[in-house]
Protein backbone atom coordinates (compact mmCIF):
# COMPACT_ATOMS: atom_id res chain seq x y z
CA UNK A 1 0.00 0.00 0.00
CA UNK A 2 0.91 3.70 -0.13
CA UNK A 3 4.88 3.89 1.65
CA UNK A 4 4.96 0.45 1.47
CA UNK A 5 8.31 0.20 -0.09
CA UNK A 6 7.06 -1.18 -3.68
CA UNK A 7 9.78 1.29 -5.40
CA UNK A 8 12.40 0.59 -3.04
CA UNK A 9 11.92 -3.42 -3.42
CA UNK A 10 12.53 -3.00 -6.98
CA UNK A 11 15.21 -0.59 -6.77
CA UNK A 12 16.86 -3.25 -4.50
CA UNK A 13 16.29 -6.19 -7.15
CA UNK A 14 17.87 -3.82 -9.83
CA UNK A 15 20.82 -3.36 -7.54
CA UNK A 16 20.96 -7.11 -6.49
CA UNK A 17 20.63 -8.04 -10.04
CA UNK A 18 23.74 -5.75 -10.90
CA UNK A 19 25.58 -6.86 -8.53
CA UNK A 20 25.53 -10.60 -9.93
CA UNK A 21 25.99 -9.74 -13.20
CA UNK A 22 29.13 -7.27 -12.99
CA UNK A 23 30.62 -10.70 -10.53
CA UNK A 24 29.90 -13.05 -13.28
CA UNK A 25 31.52 -10.94 -16.00
CA UNK A 26 34.67 -10.01 -13.98
CA UNK A 27 35.71 -13.03 -14.19
CA UNK A 28 37.58 -14.79 -16.58
CA UNK A 29 36.64 -17.91 -18.43
CA UNK A 30 38.37 -20.56 -16.98
CA UNK A 31 37.32 -19.57 -13.38
CA UNK A 32 35.26 -21.56 -11.35
CA UNK A 33 31.97 -19.77 -11.12
CA UNK A 34 28.95 -23.16 -9.99
CA UNK A 35 26.94 -20.13 -7.26
CA UNK A 36 25.12 -18.80 -10.50
CA UNK A 37 24.68 -19.73 -14.07
CA UNK A 38 23.60 -18.02 -16.99
CA UNK A 39 20.14 -18.43 -16.83
CA UNK A 40 19.70 -17.21 -13.04
CA UNK A 41 21.81 -13.58 -14.37
CA UNK A 42 19.68 -11.25 -15.69
CA UNK A 43 20.07 -7.48 -16.80
CA UNK A 44 17.88 -5.38 -15.15
CA UNK A 45 15.54 -2.48 -16.28
CA UNK A 46 13.72 -0.06 -13.81
CA UNK A 47 10.80 1.64 -16.01
CA UNK A 48 8.76 4.25 -13.35
CA UNK A 49 5.65 4.49 -15.48
CA UNK A 50 5.01 8.01 -14.37
CA UNK A 51 7.72 9.31 -16.36
CA UNK A 52 6.94 7.14 -19.50
CA UNK A 53 4.80 8.89 -22.30
CA UNK A 54 2.31 6.54 -23.40
CA UNK A 55 3.44 3.86 -21.77
CA UNK A 56 1.09 1.52 -23.66
CA UNK A 57 3.44 1.04 -26.68
CA UNK A 58 7.22 0.87 -27.32
CA UNK A 59 7.62 1.60 -23.26
CA UNK A 60 11.13 -0.32 -22.96
CA UNK A 61 12.35 1.82 -25.81
CA UNK A 62 11.14 4.96 -24.49
CA UNK A 63 12.63 4.13 -21.35
CA UNK A 64 15.85 3.15 -22.11
CA UNK A 65 15.84 6.66 -24.27
CA UNK A 66 15.35 8.38 -21.69
CA UNK A 67 18.28 6.96 -19.82
CA UNK A 68 20.39 8.16 -22.83
CA UNK A 69 20.52 4.84 -24.82
CA UNK A 70 20.37 5.20 -28.61
CA UNK A 71 18.81 3.38 -31.58
CA UNK A 72 21.78 0.81 -32.54
CA UNK A 73 22.21 0.21 -28.65
CA UNK A 74 18.87 -0.51 -27.86
CA UNK A 75 18.58 -2.58 -31.12
CA UNK A 76 22.07 -4.42 -29.69
CA UNK A 77 20.44 -5.19 -26.74
CA UNK A 78 16.76 -6.11 -28.18
CA UNK A 79 18.91 -9.03 -30.52
CA UNK A 80 21.23 -10.30 -27.68
CA UNK A 81 20.61 -13.48 -26.40
CA UNK A 82 22.96 -14.46 -23.74
CA UNK A 83 21.09 -13.16 -20.77
CA UNK A 84 17.73 -12.26 -20.04
CA UNK A 85 16.55 -9.28 -19.13
CA UNK A 86 14.47 -8.26 -16.20
CA UNK A 87 12.01 -5.41 -16.62
CA UNK A 88 10.74 -3.75 -13.48
CA UNK A 89 7.61 -1.99 -14.21
CA UNK A 90 7.48 0.42 -11.13
CA UNK A 91 3.78 2.29 -10.32
CA UNK A 92 1.11 0.51 -12.32
CA UNK A 93 -1.45 2.55 -10.23
CA UNK A 94 -0.06 5.93 -10.75
CA UNK A 95 -0.99 5.93 -14.80
CA UNK A 96 -4.97 6.25 -14.84
CA UNK A 97 -4.59 6.38 -18.35
CA UNK A 98 -3.65 2.65 -18.25
CA UNK A 99 -6.63 1.39 -16.92
CA UNK A 100 -6.84 -2.78 -17.39
CA UNK A 101 -4.27 -2.12 -20.32
CA UNK A 102 -1.91 -5.34 -20.67
CA UNK A 103 1.55 -3.74 -21.12
CA UNK A 104 2.93 -6.86 -21.50
CA UNK A 105 1.08 -7.54 -25.17
CA UNK A 106 0.03 -4.23 -25.84
CA UNK A 107 4.02 -3.65 -25.66
CA UNK A 108 5.06 -6.88 -27.29
CA UNK A 109 7.30 -7.60 -24.83
CA UNK A 110 7.26 -11.56 -25.56
CA UNK A 111 9.42 -9.89 -28.75
CA UNK A 112 12.40 -9.68 -25.82
CA UNK A 113 13.85 -12.20 -23.95
CA UNK A 114 12.55 -11.06 -20.77
CA UNK A 115 10.43 -11.42 -16.94
CA UNK A 116 8.79 -8.63 -15.81
CA UNK A 117 7.90 -7.68 -11.94
CA UNK A 118 4.95 -4.63 -11.85
CA UNK A 119 4.32 -2.92 -8.95
CA UNK A 120 0.94 -1.93 -7.99
CA UNK A 121 -1.01 -0.70 -4.92
CA UNK A 122 -3.89 -3.42 -3.51
CA UNK A 123 -6.70 -1.21 -3.95
CA UNK A 124 -5.99 -0.06 -7.41
CA UNK A 125 -5.89 -3.94 -8.29
CA UNK A 126 -8.92 -4.57 -6.34
CA UNK A 127 -10.68 -1.77 -8.19
CA UNK A 128 -10.11 -3.39 -11.83
CA UNK A 129 -12.14 -6.16 -11.17
CA UNK A 130 -10.35 -8.56 -13.55
CA UNK A 131 -8.43 -12.00 -13.13
CA UNK A 132 -4.79 -9.94 -12.62
CA UNK A 133 -3.83 -12.85 -15.21
CA UNK A 134 -5.67 -10.71 -17.59
CA UNK A 135 -3.86 -7.61 -16.88
CA UNK A 136 -0.05 -8.50 -16.39
CA UNK A 137 0.54 -11.81 -17.80
CA UNK A 138 0.88 -12.87 -21.51
CA UNK A 139 -1.69 -14.31 -23.57
CA UNK A 140 -2.81 -17.66 -21.66
CA UNK A 141 -0.23 -17.46 -19.11
CA UNK A 142 -0.40 -17.07 -15.48
CA UNK A 143 0.94 -15.22 -13.43
CA UNK A 144 1.90 -15.00 -9.32
CA UNK A 145 1.58 -11.89 -6.58
CA UNK A 146 3.32 -11.07 -3.60
CA UNK A 147 2.43 -8.37 -1.18
CA UNK A 148 5.07 -6.32 0.79
CA UNK A 149 4.24 -7.09 4.56
CA UNK A 150 3.79 -3.78 6.94
CA UNK A 151 7.13 -3.59 9.58
CA UNK A 152 6.93 -5.83 12.93
CA UNK A 153 8.49 -4.53 16.05
CA UNK A 154 11.51 -6.27 15.21
CA UNK A 155 12.09 -4.76 11.66
CA UNK A 156 10.72 -1.03 13.07
CA UNK A 157 13.96 -1.37 15.70
CA UNK A 158 16.25 -2.30 13.29
CA UNK A 159 15.62 0.34 10.71
CA UNK A 160 16.10 2.75 13.73
CA UNK A 161 19.21 1.29 14.70
CA UNK A 162 20.08 1.49 11.09
CA UNK A 163 19.47 5.33 11.15
CA UNK A 164 21.21 6.14 13.95
CA UNK A 165 24.33 4.24 13.10
CA UNK A 166 24.02 5.60 10.23
CA UNK A 167 23.60 9.64 10.73
CA UNK A 168 24.81 9.37 14.08
CA UNK A 169 26.87 13.20 13.80
CA UNK A 170 24.27 14.53 11.56
CA UNK A 171 21.57 12.98 13.32
CA UNK A 172 18.23 15.18 12.73
CA UNK A 173 16.41 13.21 15.52
CA UNK A 174 15.91 13.97 18.97
CA UNK A 175 18.92 16.57 19.66
CA UNK A 176 18.35 16.86 23.24
CA UNK A 177 19.26 13.67 23.46
CA UNK A 178 23.03 14.04 23.15
CA UNK A 179 23.69 13.18 26.62
CA UNK A 180 23.31 9.55 25.79
CA UNK A 181 26.97 8.10 25.84
CA UNK A 182 25.90 5.43 23.25
CA UNK A 183 24.23 4.81 20.02
CA UNK A 184 22.44 1.91 21.13
CA UNK A 185 21.05 3.47 24.25
CA UNK A 186 19.75 6.29 21.84
CA UNK A 187 17.73 3.90 19.73
CA UNK A 188 16.51 2.18 23.26
CA UNK A 189 15.19 5.44 23.60
CA UNK A 190 13.75 6.28 20.55
CA UNK A 191 12.07 2.83 20.17
CA UNK A 192 10.42 3.59 23.81
CA UNK A 193 9.31 6.86 22.27
CA UNK A 194 7.82 5.15 19.43
CA UNK A 195 5.75 2.34 21.25
CA UNK A 196 4.67 4.46 24.38
CA UNK A 197 3.26 7.55 22.29
CA UNK A 198 -0.75 6.06 21.62
CA UNK A 199 -1.50 4.59 18.30
CA UNK A 200 1.92 5.92 17.03
CA UNK A 201 3.45 2.28 16.52
CA UNK A 202 0.64 0.77 14.13
CA UNK A 203 1.35 3.61 12.20
CA UNK A 204 5.16 3.99 11.54
CA UNK A 205 4.80 0.33 10.16
CA UNK A 206 4.23 1.52 6.90
CA UNK A 207 7.93 2.36 5.82
CA UNK A 208 7.74 5.86 4.21
CA UNK A 209 6.02 6.81 6.84
CA UNK A 210 8.50 5.64 9.88
CA UNK A 211 11.20 7.87 7.96
CA UNK A 212 8.84 10.46 7.86
CA UNK A 213 8.10 10.51 12.04
CA UNK A 214 11.59 10.10 12.70
CA UNK A 215 12.35 13.25 11.17
CA UNK A 216 9.71 15.26 13.71
CA UNK A 217 9.97 12.71 16.93
CA UNK A 218 10.66 15.78 18.78
CA UNK A 219 7.09 17.90 17.20
CA UNK A 220 5.30 14.63 17.70
CA UNK A 221 6.43 14.15 21.41
CA UNK A 222 5.74 17.41 22.16
CA UNK A 223 2.32 16.98 20.74
CA UNK A 224 1.88 14.16 22.73
CA UNK A 225 3.00 15.58 25.57
CA UNK A 226 0.08 18.50 25.58
CA UNK A 227 -2.56 15.92 25.62
CA UNK A 228 -2.61 16.22 21.36
CA UNK A 229 -3.51 12.79 19.56
CA UNK A 230 -1.18 11.56 16.79
CA UNK A 231 -2.52 10.73 13.71
CA UNK A 232 -1.45 10.23 9.94
CA UNK A 233 -2.47 13.53 8.48
CA UNK A 234 -0.43 15.16 11.93
CA UNK A 235 2.49 13.09 10.52
CA UNK A 236 2.51 14.45 6.58
CA UNK A 237 1.81 18.22 8.05
CA UNK A 238 4.08 18.28 10.49
CA UNK A 239 7.09 16.46 8.03
CA UNK A 240 5.53 18.80 5.27
CA UNK A 241 6.39 22.04 7.64
CA UNK A 242 9.76 20.95 8.24
CA UNK A 243 10.61 21.06 4.18
CA UNK A 244 8.85 24.49 4.07
CA UNK A 245 11.01 25.74 6.96
CA UNK A 246 14.22 24.89 6.05
CA UNK A 247 13.78 26.96 2.79
CA UNK A 248 12.14 29.70 4.91
CA UNK A 249 15.24 30.21 6.88
CA UNK A 250 17.35 29.88 4.14
CA UNK A 251 15.93 32.62 2.67
CA UNK A 252 15.46 34.57 5.52
CA UNK A 253 18.94 34.04 6.39
CA UNK A 254 20.92 34.90 2.72
CA UNK A 255 17.83 37.46 1.76
CA UNK A 256 18.64 41.55 1.69
CA UNK A 257 14.25 41.42 1.81
CA UNK A 258 12.86 41.32 4.92
CA UNK A 259 9.87 39.31 4.92
CA UNK A 260 8.37 37.11 7.69
CA UNK A 261 8.33 33.20 8.23
CA UNK A 262 4.91 32.54 8.38
CA UNK A 263 4.14 34.06 4.91
CA UNK A 264 6.88 31.86 3.26
CA UNK A 265 5.21 28.72 4.93
CA UNK A 266 1.74 29.72 4.01
CA UNK A 267 3.24 30.22 0.14
CA UNK A 268 5.06 26.89 0.28
CA UNK A 269 1.64 24.98 1.54
CA UNK A 270 -0.35 26.88 -0.90
CA UNK A 271 2.26 26.23 -3.84
CA UNK A 272 1.63 22.33 -2.82
CA UNK A 273 -1.92 22.06 -2.84
CA UNK A 274 -1.82 24.24 -6.49
CA UNK A 275 0.48 21.64 -7.83
CA UNK A 276 -1.82 18.51 -6.26
CA UNK A 277 -4.64 20.43 -8.13
CA UNK A 278 -3.06 20.58 -11.41
CA UNK A 279 -2.01 16.93 -11.54
CA UNK A 280 -5.70 15.95 -10.44
CA UNK A 281 -6.86 18.00 -13.20
CA UNK A 282 -4.69 16.72 -15.84
CA UNK A 283 -4.97 12.82 -14.10
CA UNK A 284 -1.58 12.27 -13.86
CA UNK A 285 1.57 12.61 -11.11
CA UNK A 286 3.67 14.57 -12.62
CA UNK A 287 3.39 18.00 -14.38
CA UNK A 288 5.99 19.53 -17.03
CA UNK A 289 7.72 22.96 -15.79
CA UNK A 290 6.39 24.54 -19.17
CA UNK A 291 2.83 23.92 -17.57
CA UNK A 292 3.46 26.48 -15.35
CA UNK A 293 4.84 28.86 -17.71
CA UNK A 294 1.72 28.32 -20.02
CA UNK A 295 -0.55 29.12 -17.14
CA UNK A 296 1.56 32.28 -15.79
CA UNK A 297 1.66 34.06 -19.89
CA UNK A 298 -1.91 33.19 -20.36
CA UNK A 299 -3.28 33.83 -17.24
CA UNK A 300 -1.41 37.83 -16.51
CA UNK A 301 -4.40 39.32 -18.67
CA UNK A 302 -6.99 38.15 -16.55
CA UNK A 303 -5.29 40.43 -13.30
CA UNK A 304 -5.85 37.67 -10.74
CA UNK A 305 -6.84 38.24 -7.35
CA UNK A 306 -4.32 39.67 -4.79
CA UNK A 307 -2.75 36.70 -2.78
CA UNK A 308 -3.24 36.32 0.78
CA UNK A 309 -0.68 34.33 2.46
CA UNK A 310 -3.06 33.58 5.64
CA UNK A 311 -6.06 32.11 3.68
CA UNK A 312 -7.13 28.78 4.87
CA UNK A 313 -9.79 28.83 2.34
CA UNK A 314 -7.41 28.86 -0.36
CA UNK A 315 -8.91 26.48 -2.82
CA UNK A 316 -8.20 25.38 -6.07
CA UNK A 317 -10.09 26.95 -8.93
CA UNK A 318 -11.06 24.23 -11.65
CA UNK A 319 -11.99 26.86 -14.55
CA UNK A 320 -9.09 29.35 -14.28
CA UNK A 321 -5.95 27.87 -12.18
CA UNK A 322 -3.67 30.81 -12.79
CA UNK A 323 -5.86 32.73 -10.86
CA UNK A 324 -4.56 30.48 -8.11
CA UNK A 325 -0.93 30.42 -9.33
CA UNK A 326 -0.44 33.82 -10.49
CA UNK A 327 -0.51 35.63 -7.39
CA UNK A 328 1.87 33.02 -5.42
CA UNK A 329 4.52 33.12 -8.18
CA UNK A 330 4.59 36.84 -7.75
CA UNK A 331 4.69 36.95 -4.54
CA UNK A 332 7.25 34.82 -4.09
CA UNK A 333 9.70 36.42 -6.89
CA UNK A 334 8.66 39.84 -5.27
CA UNK A 335 10.56 37.94 -2.11
CA UNK A 336 13.69 37.19 -3.70
CA UNK A 337 13.99 38.78 -7.04
CA UNK A 338 15.17 42.64 -6.57
CA UNK A 339 12.72 44.88 -8.05
CA UNK A 340 15.35 46.40 -10.86
CA UNK A 341 15.86 42.67 -11.95
CA UNK A 342 12.48 41.71 -11.89
CA UNK A 343 9.87 41.70 -14.67
CA UNK A 344 5.94 41.51 -13.30
CA UNK A 345 4.77 39.68 -16.55
CA UNK A 346 7.92 37.68 -17.51
CA UNK A 347 7.69 33.72 -16.03
CA UNK A 348 11.35 33.05 -14.98
CA UNK A 349 12.30 29.71 -14.70
CA UNK A 350 15.02 30.05 -12.54
CA UNK A 351 12.76 31.42 -9.87
CA UNK A 352 10.17 28.76 -10.49
CA UNK A 353 12.54 26.25 -9.80
CA UNK A 354 14.25 28.12 -6.77
CA UNK A 355 10.22 28.22 -5.24
CA UNK A 356 9.99 24.02 -5.95
CA UNK A 357 13.15 23.59 -4.30
CA UNK A 358 11.56 24.62 -0.79
CA UNK A 359 8.60 22.07 -1.83
CA UNK A 360 8.92 18.37 -1.07
CA UNK A 361 8.75 17.45 -4.66
CA UNK A 362 11.75 16.47 -7.13
CA UNK A 363 12.61 17.34 -10.39
CA UNK A 364 13.40 15.20 -13.44
CA UNK A 365 14.19 15.46 -16.95
CA UNK A 366 12.51 13.41 -19.86
CA UNK A 367 13.84 13.50 -23.08
CA UNK A 368 11.19 14.18 -25.87
CA UNK A 369 13.51 14.40 -29.18
CA UNK A 370 17.36 14.47 -29.63
CA UNK A 371 17.81 17.78 -28.70
CA UNK A 372 14.55 18.89 -26.13
CA UNK A 373 14.05 17.70 -22.73
CA UNK A 374 11.02 18.60 -20.38
CA UNK A 375 11.54 19.33 -16.76
CA UNK A 376 9.28 17.78 -15.18
CA UNK A 377 7.54 18.01 -11.12
CA UNK A 378 6.83 15.08 -9.12
CA UNK A 379 5.89 14.93 -5.02
CA UNK A 380 8.55 12.72 -3.42
CA UNK A 381 6.15 10.28 -2.91
CA UNK A 382 2.83 9.90 -3.99
CA UNK A 383 0.90 9.75 -0.63
CA UNK A 384 2.30 13.36 -0.07
CA UNK A 385 0.28 14.29 -3.11
CA UNK A 386 -3.24 12.23 -1.50
CA UNK A 387 -2.01 14.13 1.29
CA UNK A 388 -2.22 17.60 -0.46
CA UNK A 389 -5.31 16.80 -2.47
CA UNK A 390 -7.32 15.77 0.60
CA UNK A 391 -6.42 18.71 2.56
CA UNK A 392 -7.75 21.08 -0.76
CA UNK A 393 -11.22 18.68 -0.90
CA UNK A 394 -11.68 19.36 2.86
CA UNK A 395 -10.85 22.97 2.55
CA UNK A 396 -13.38 23.08 -0.30
CA UNK A 397 -16.21 20.79 1.74
CA UNK A 398 -15.64 23.35 4.86
CA UNK A 399 -16.93 26.45 2.62
CA UNK A 400 -19.44 24.46 0.80
CA UNK A 401 -17.99 24.20 -2.34
CA UNK A 402 -18.00 20.45 -4.51
CA UNK A 403 -15.78 21.08 -7.42
CA UNK A 404 -13.36 18.41 -6.19
CA UNK A 405 -15.36 15.84 -5.20
CA UNK A 406 -17.78 16.20 -8.20
CA UNK A 407 -15.20 15.14 -10.72
CA UNK A 408 -14.69 11.63 -10.22
CA UNK A 409 -15.37 8.69 -7.45
CA UNK A 410 -12.82 8.67 -5.02
CA UNK A 411 -12.12 4.85 -4.99
CA UNK A 412 -8.36 5.36 -3.00
CA UNK A 413 -8.36 4.44 0.26
CA UNK A 414 -5.61 6.85 1.43
CA UNK A 415 -7.32 9.80 -0.05
CA UNK A 416 -10.53 8.98 1.87
CA UNK A 417 -8.25 7.94 5.11
CA UNK A 418 -6.74 11.63 4.58
CA UNK A 419 -9.97 13.57 3.96
CA UNK A 420 -11.41 11.37 7.21
CA UNK A 421 -8.97 12.22 9.32
CA UNK A 422 -9.14 16.16 8.01
CA UNK A 423 -12.99 15.71 9.17
CA UNK A 424 -12.36 14.16 12.77
CA UNK A 425 -9.49 15.67 13.29
CA UNK A 426 -8.78 17.85 16.86
CA UNK A 427 -9.02 21.53 16.50
CA UNK A 428 -5.50 21.51 18.50
CA UNK A 429 -4.91 25.13 16.80
CA UNK A 430 -8.31 26.64 17.93
CA UNK A 431 -8.98 25.37 21.40
CA UNK A 432 -11.99 27.76 21.79
CA UNK A 433 -13.59 26.19 18.64
CA UNK A 434 -16.87 24.30 19.39
CA UNK A 435 -15.42 20.91 17.17
CA UNK A 436 -18.65 19.15 17.81
CA UNK A 437 -20.62 22.07 16.44
CA UNK A 438 -18.03 22.45 13.51
CA UNK A 439 -18.38 18.76 12.86
CA UNK A 440 -21.84 18.85 12.72
CA UNK A 441 -21.55 22.38 10.19
CA UNK A 442 -19.39 19.67 8.08
CA UNK A 443 -21.56 17.01 7.90
CA UNK A 444 -24.51 19.24 7.03
CA UNK A 445 -22.48 20.39 4.28
CA UNK A 446 -21.51 16.97 3.54
CA UNK A 447 -25.37 15.43 3.76
CA UNK A 448 -26.30 18.44 1.34
CA UNK A 449 -24.48 17.24 -1.60
CA UNK A 450 -26.30 13.83 -1.19
CA UNK A 451 -29.67 15.65 -1.61
CA UNK A 452 -28.98 17.90 -4.14
CA UNK A 453 -28.63 14.86 -6.47
CA UNK A 454 -32.53 14.88 -5.59
CA UNK A 455 -32.97 17.77 -7.63
CA UNK A 456 -30.87 17.18 -10.56
CA UNK A 457 -30.66 13.02 -10.51
CA UNK A 458 -29.14 12.97 -14.53
CA UNK A 459 -26.22 15.46 -13.58
CA UNK A 460 -23.38 13.08 -13.74
CA UNK A 461 -21.37 15.64 -11.27
CA UNK A 462 -23.82 16.53 -9.05
CA UNK A 463 -24.32 12.24 -8.90
CA UNK A 464 -20.17 12.02 -8.25
CA UNK A 465 -20.40 14.53 -5.66
CA UNK A 466 -23.27 12.66 -3.92
CA UNK A 467 -21.75 9.42 -3.88
CA UNK A 468 -18.36 10.96 -2.61
CA UNK A 469 -20.10 13.05 -0.24
CA UNK A 470 -21.70 10.42 1.45
CA UNK A 471 -18.82 7.40 1.14
CA UNK A 472 -17.18 10.36 2.85
CA UNK A 473 -19.71 10.46 5.94
CA UNK A 474 -19.60 6.44 5.94
CA UNK A 475 -16.01 6.53 6.37
CA UNK A 476 -16.40 8.88 9.24
CA UNK A 477 -18.03 6.92 11.07
CA UNK A 478 -21.23 8.60 10.89
CA UNK A 479 -24.37 7.10 11.28
CA UNK A 480 -26.74 7.64 8.56
CA UNK A 481 -29.94 6.03 10.01
CA UNK A 482 -33.21 7.30 9.44
CA UNK A 483 -32.43 9.87 6.91
CA UNK A 484 -35.10 10.47 3.66
CA UNK A 485 -32.50 9.49 1.03
CA UNK A 486 -35.20 8.97 -1.35
CA UNK A 487 -34.64 9.86 -5.39
CA UNK A 488 -30.97 10.65 -4.25
CA UNK A 489 -28.49 9.32 -7.02
CA UNK A 490 -25.43 7.76 -5.14
CA UNK A 491 -23.90 5.54 -7.76
CA UNK A 492 -20.88 3.35 -6.57
CA UNK A 493 -20.68 4.96 -3.28
CA UNK A 494 -18.87 3.00 -0.64
CA UNK A 495 -21.24 2.33 2.35
CA UNK A 496 -19.46 -1.03 3.39
CA UNK A 497 -20.50 -1.36 7.44
CA UNK A 498 -22.74 1.66 7.68
CA UNK A 499 -25.62 1.91 9.54
CA UNK A 500 -28.88 2.46 7.77
CA UNK A 501 -31.34 1.88 9.54
CA UNK A 502 -34.85 3.19 8.96
CA UNK A 503 -33.26 4.94 5.95
CA UNK A 504 -35.76 6.30 2.97
CA UNK A 505 -34.04 4.88 -0.35
CA UNK A 506 -37.38 5.02 -2.60
CA UNK A 507 -36.82 5.39 -5.56
CA UNK A 508 -32.82 6.22 -5.03
CA UNK A 509 -30.38 5.25 -8.02
CA UNK A 510 -28.13 2.84 -5.90
CA UNK A 511 -26.29 1.04 -8.74
CA UNK A 512 -23.09 -0.17 -7.98
CA UNK A 513 -23.29 0.79 -4.40
CA UNK A 514 -21.26 -1.66 -1.86
CA UNK A 515 -23.70 -2.24 1.24
CA UNK A 516 -22.15 -5.17 2.69
CA UNK A 517 -22.40 -5.63 6.28
CA UNK A 518 -24.38 -2.99 6.42
CA UNK A 519 -27.08 -2.47 8.94
CA UNK A 520 -30.45 -1.87 7.24
CA UNK A 521 -33.17 -2.53 9.34
CA UNK A 522 -36.52 -1.31 8.23
CA UNK A 523 -35.11 0.55 5.07
CA UNK A 524 -37.19 1.50 2.76
CA UNK A 525 -36.00 0.19 -1.09
CA UNK A 526 -39.46 0.97 -3.20
CA UNK A 527 -38.34 1.36 -6.38
CA UNK A 528 -34.55 1.65 -5.92
CA UNK A 529 -32.04 1.15 -8.91
CA UNK A 530 -30.21 -1.35 -6.94
CA UNK A 531 -28.09 -2.76 -10.49
CA UNK A 532 -25.06 -4.32 -9.33
CA UNK A 533 -25.36 -3.94 -5.61
CA UNK A 534 -23.08 -5.66 -3.54
CA UNK A 535 -24.81 -6.83 -0.21
CA UNK A 536 -21.86 -8.73 0.48
CA UNK A 537 -23.45 -12.25 2.31
CA UNK A 538 -26.94 -12.89 1.36
CA UNK A 539 -29.07 -14.77 3.05
CA UNK A 540 -31.47 -17.46 1.70
CA UNK A 541 -35.48 -17.32 1.87
CA UNK A 542 -37.15 -20.65 2.67
CA UNK A 543 -40.59 -19.60 3.49
CA UNK A 544 -43.24 -18.45 1.11
CA UNK A 545 -42.76 -14.59 -0.93
CA UNK A 546 -46.05 -13.19 -1.39
CA UNK A 547 -47.24 -9.64 -3.14
CA UNK A 548 -44.35 -9.73 -5.59
CA UNK A 549 -44.43 -6.06 -7.54
CA UNK A 550 -40.93 -6.00 -9.02
CA UNK A 551 -37.86 -8.09 -9.59
CA UNK A 552 -34.35 -6.64 -10.41
CA UNK A 553 -31.16 -8.70 -10.55
CA UNK A 554 -28.97 -7.53 -8.02
CA UNK A 555 -25.98 -9.64 -8.58
CA UNK A 556 -25.07 -13.16 -9.71
CA UNK A 557 -27.75 -15.46 -8.90
CA UNK A 558 -29.16 -13.51 -6.77
CA UNK A 559 -32.68 -10.71 -7.04
CA UNK A 560 -34.05 -7.67 -5.11
CA UNK A 561 -37.72 -8.65 -4.74
CA UNK A 562 -40.57 -5.70 -4.00
CA UNK A 563 -43.79 -7.55 -2.06
CA UNK A 564 -45.84 -5.83 0.43
CA UNK A 565 -44.62 -2.69 0.37
CA UNK A 566 -41.22 -4.48 1.64
CA UNK A 567 -37.94 -5.16 -0.08
CA UNK A 568 -35.96 -8.89 0.57
CA UNK A 569 -33.26 -10.52 -0.94
CA UNK A 570 -33.87 -13.91 -2.38
CA UNK A 571 -30.97 -16.22 -3.10
CA UNK A 572 -32.34 -19.35 -5.00
CA UNK A 573 -35.36 -19.03 -7.62
CA UNK A 574 -35.98 -22.19 -8.62
CA UNK A 575 -38.77 -22.91 -5.92
CA UNK A 576 -40.30 -19.77 -7.59
CA UNK A 577 -40.28 -20.61 -10.95
CA UNK A 578 -43.86 -22.15 -12.18
CA UNK A 579 -44.92 -23.70 -15.34
CA UNK A 580 -47.99 -21.69 -15.01
CA UNK A 581 -49.65 -20.38 -18.37
CA UNK A 582 -48.05 -17.09 -19.09
CA UNK A 583 -50.36 -14.27 -18.27
CA UNK A 584 -49.89 -10.27 -18.82
CA UNK A 585 -46.44 -9.67 -17.73
CA UNK A 586 -46.06 -6.58 -15.49
CA UNK A 587 -42.37 -6.58 -15.09
CA UNK A 588 -39.45 -8.59 -16.21
CA UNK A 589 -35.52 -9.16 -16.27
CA UNK A 590 -32.80 -11.05 -18.72
CA UNK A 591 -30.21 -13.16 -17.63
CA UNK A 592 -27.87 -15.66 -18.65
CA UNK A 593 -29.79 -16.47 -21.70
CA UNK A 594 -33.24 -16.44 -20.13
CA UNK A 595 -36.31 -14.39 -19.33
CA UNK A 596 -37.57 -14.17 -15.77
CA UNK A 597 -41.22 -12.46 -16.23
CA UNK A 598 -43.22 -11.33 -13.51
CA UNK A 599 -46.95 -11.40 -13.58
CA UNK A 600 -49.50 -9.81 -12.23
CA UNK A 601 -51.09 -12.77 -10.08
CA UNK A 602 -47.31 -12.90 -8.49
CA UNK A 603 -45.77 -15.62 -10.42
CA UNK A 604 -42.48 -15.39 -11.63
CA UNK A 605 -41.94 -17.62 -14.97
CA UNK A 606 -39.04 -18.62 -17.24
CA UNK A 607 -38.61 -19.59 -20.40
CA UNK A 608 -35.90 -19.72 -22.61
CA UNK A 609 -34.99 -18.38 -26.51
CA UNK A 610 -38.50 -17.74 -27.69
CA UNK A 611 -40.18 -20.32 -25.28
Not at 183 to 194: F, G, S
Not at 557 to 579: C, E, P, W
Request: hydrophobic residues 40%; glycine residues 4%.
Amino acid sequence: NAGGGKTTLLRYIEWVCWQIFFQRNSLDEEDDFDEFDDEMIYIPLFIPLQTIPSSQSQMVQKCLRMYGADENSIDLLMKQDKYALLFLIDGFDEVAELGSTNLFISNNLSSWRSKCIFSSRVDHIDRLNKNIDLVFAPASERCGNLYIAPFNTTQIEQYVRNIVFSQFSSTKLITDEADFSTKNELVEKYIHKLTNIPGLIEIVRVPFVLKMVLDILPEIISLNNEGAGVNRNLIYKKFNNNVYLKEAWRLISTSMIEFRKIDLMYLFKHMCQLIAGMMYFSNSLTIPLSYLQNLYEKGTSSRPTHYEPEDEHFCINLNDLAKDFIPIYNKYSALVVPSIRRNSNKFDKAVMTRLLRGLPVYLSTQLLSTNAREVNISFIHKSVYEFHLAEIMYQQISIGKDELIAREIITQHSILHFITEFLNMTMIHEPDTDVAHQKHKLKEKLLSFVLNSKDNPKKESTSIAASNAITILNCCGENLSGIDFSGVNICHANLRNAMLDGCNFAQANLTGVDLSNSYMYKANFTDANLTAVDFGELPRFDQEIVGIKKLRPISTGAFGLMHSGKFSVLRDLQSAITTTKLQSVVDFTYINNQVFCLTENAEIVVSQDNG
